[in-house]
Every structure is written in C-alpha cells, then in structure tokens.
C-alpha cells in the first residue's frame, strides 16, 4: 500500500462533506474471500469519495472484518485502519522487484502462499506448534491448524467496539454454529458485538478453531452462505435501499485447461454460487411482494377479505431497492491460491481493481442518470462489460 498507517488518509472533500440523504439506506455487503478482501478496501474508498459513507456493513469471513474496521472507527479514520490492517497482513512477502518480472509473478505468487501456509500472516494467524495432530484430542488446538491470537490482538487495537455499539453504524456478521448446523448473524441492532463474533465469522476449518460465544462454537459463515445478502433483504426496510454487493468470486468463467485451472474454477463456483442463487431469489421475492401489495390495492372493496387476499396481504412488501453487483476478476496469473496469498505486490493490486470498479460503476451514465423509484428491484452490473486487457490496466 502506498499510504503511511500511522496517519490517517486523507480522504477527498467528498467523502469528507457528503451528506447522507435521509430517503435512502446505504448498505455495503462484503463477501468472504480470505487476501481476495483487499478488493473490499478500495471498493470502499471509492464509495466514499464518490457516493457517501454506509449506514449498514454487513460481512461474512473476511467481509467481517472489513466490516468491522469501517464501522469501529470514526469516518476520518476508516480508510486509514484498512490500509494499516492489509498491510499489516501483507507485510511478510514485499518482493516488489520480482513481481516486477512478468514471467516470475506465478512463482511470486505460489512462494507467498506456501510461505502464509508454513509460518502463517502477520497480525492474523500463526501455526500450531506442536501441529493439530500431536494436540490432546478434544482441545480447539486438536482441531485446527493455525492460532488466531494475532488476529485477536489486531481486532481490539484497530477496532472500537464501544463504537459499533454505539449504533452510529449497523454492523452485522454471519458464522455457522458448529453443533446445530445452522446458521446465525451478530447484528449490533440486536446484540452487543465484541472480536468474538468478527473471529467466529472468519473461522474457516481446518485451518482456525471455532471460536465460543455463549456456550456455543461458531465456524465461517462462508460454510452455509458467503454472502449477507439475503439477510439484509431478510430485515425490515422503511426506507429505500442501495445495497452495494460486493463479491470475491466470479461465478462465470472459461473451462479449465489444467488440473490446478480445475482446482481453481472449482473454489470459485463453490464460494459465487451460493451469491448467484441467494441474489436472484431474494430479488425474485421483493418483486413477488411487492406485486402483491399493487394487486390487493387494484381488487374491490369486497374481495379484499377473500382468505387467498388476506394471505397475500402479508407477504412482505418492502421500499423499492437497488442492488449494485461489484465482483473480483481473477488475473490471468492466479491460482487456486489466490484466497490465502498474501503478497504486498497482490494486495495493493486487489485493493486497486476494488477502488477503479467502484469509480466506473458510480460514474457510469447507467448508474448517474437512473431515475430512483418508490418500488421495484434494480440491479446493476456495470463492470461486467469491461475487457479483461482494459480491467488490468484500470
């Protein structure tokens, strides 16, 4: 990253004097997707620059910590403690002048992950040692192969969580209870949140322990759902929304060519897929509700006690919402490894795409000159159509 941590980022004039607009709820959902995550951080400044600061973060794995960097920090801060947190986590790996030769940048690459595997991240986790298999069986330590105590440490020095309580953001985060099954959000409107629950959304088996909270051990949400989504159309809405969704995984891609293409296609058709199907379900919904509400309103006094009325009359129906789809596009030189490689060189270029995605998306004429209405489901996919050679040089 280019920015100095100790100091915050200056952040452009509008991002420092956009209001927010009382007719709207701004809602920033963020996809798990381990170093992919650094995509998040520039989506965001972008946002803030260009659009306006989130009423609401909602995240899963390493969406939750994003998540909650933004909400447990002041505005003027926020961009900073991202920058600080990725490169923190990057700091192992620089090697800029071998990233620098095209032809190395596989071998860079696979170097970073097999040294994250080996020796851990910085500020985020470290090995066992003695490994999970010499651990007592039955301990935490048993079952998983890294310690998340740096993570911990990083949480309670870069986060305020007396600020995410304070209400001022809405943070909410999605884990997997381990014994149930079932799957389960900390929402700081419902609950007070503490670095358990950010922990207990990014702990992804084998590798992290599942973190206790209540007698109950949750693992990475990313298990049952890698996105939030669907909670967040889930909640009630009294004001229109514009939920900026943003993915670490394509569900589109080319047919591998190799094994390890395979590997790779595979991890991203597993961790988008669920994105694909919850969106297009959760916005067929809001259509079906909303339908149903402009029926009943059409039909005559007479028909409205109809029991087939009635039971229409309470599928929700909530404010018109615009859903912005921003998804991380592989490069051509990455590999199945991509989630857990942690180079500064790759980082920074993660947290580039992230921040020259969300700039075209806002200035696209798509997007500028919509007409926002009082109903309806929009979605807008506006980097999709970017050549992949223009994408890289963005």
């Known amino acids: 990253m280019t920015s100095n941590p100790s100091n915050p980022h200056p952040l452009s004039r509008s ?40 009423d609401w973060v ?31 986590v990057s700091s192992a790996l620089p090697l800029h002048g071998i990233a620098n030769r095209v032809n190395a940048r596989e071998t860079l690459n696979e170097a970073s992950a097999t040294q994250g595997m080996l020796f851990g991240v910085p500020g985020f986790f470290a090995p066992r040692f ?20 740096p993570l911990l440490q990083t949480l309670e020095r870069l986060v305020d969580f007396d600020l995410i309580n304070s209400g001022s953001v809405r943070l909410s985060v999605g884990a997997v209870n381990v ?6 959000y900390f929402d700081s409107d419902k609950q007070r949140i503490d670095a358990r629950h950010i922990m207990a959304s990014g702990a992804l088996p084998p590798g992290f322990a599942p973190i206790e909270i209540d007698g109950e051990h949750y693992w990475d949400g990313g298990l049952v759902s890698n996105t939030p989504l669907q ?14 969704q943003v993915d670490l995984f394509a569900a589109t891609g080319e047919l591998p060519t190799t094994l390890a293409e395979v590997t790779e296609r595979e991890k991203d058709i597993r961790f988008s897929s669920r994105t694909r199907l919850n969106t297009t379900n959760e916005l067929d919904l ?7 509400q402009r029926l009943i309103a059409k039909l005559p006094p007479e028909l409205r006690n109809d029991p087939d009325a009635r039971a229409l009359s309470r599928v929700r129906s909530e404010s018109a919402v ?23 060189v790759s980082v ?43 994408r890289e040089t963005l």
């Open 58 to 88: 909602a995240g899963i794995s390493i969406g939750a910590i994003n998540a909650a960097l933004i909400a447990g920090n002041p505005i003027h801060t926020r961009i900073a403690r991202l920058r600080e947190f990725w490169e923190l």
């Open 179 to 184: 014994r149930s099954g079932n799957f389960e």
């Open 231 to 244: 909670y967040v159309l889930d909640q009630p809405a009294k004001r229109r929304r514009v939920v900026f």
């Open 286 to 292: 809001q259509v079906i509700a909303q339908a149903a």
């Open 322 to 344: 615009e859903v912005v789809h921003l998804i991380y596009r592989s490069k051509h030189y990455e590999s199945q490894s991509k989630d857990y490689e942690f180079s500064r």
């Open 348 to 390: 920074q270029e993660h947290w580039d795409a992230g921040r020259a995605d969300m700039a075209h998306t806002l200035h696209d004429p798509r997007w500028v000159d919509r007409q926002p209405g009082a109903n309806g489901v929009h979605v807008f996919d506006l980097t999709s159509d970017i050549p992949t050679s223009i």
């Open 15 to 54: 991002a420092q004097t956009r209001p927010r607009t009382t007719d709207e709820d701004c809602i920033l959902v963020l996809q798990g997707g381990g170093a992919l995550g650094a995509y998040q951080g520039g989506v965001f400044e972008a946002l803030c620059e260009s659009y306006r600061e989130p």
């Open 130 to 149: 003695p490994p999970a298999p010499f651990q007592p069986r039955g301990t935490l330590e048993a079952i998983s192969y890294y310690d998340t105590a």
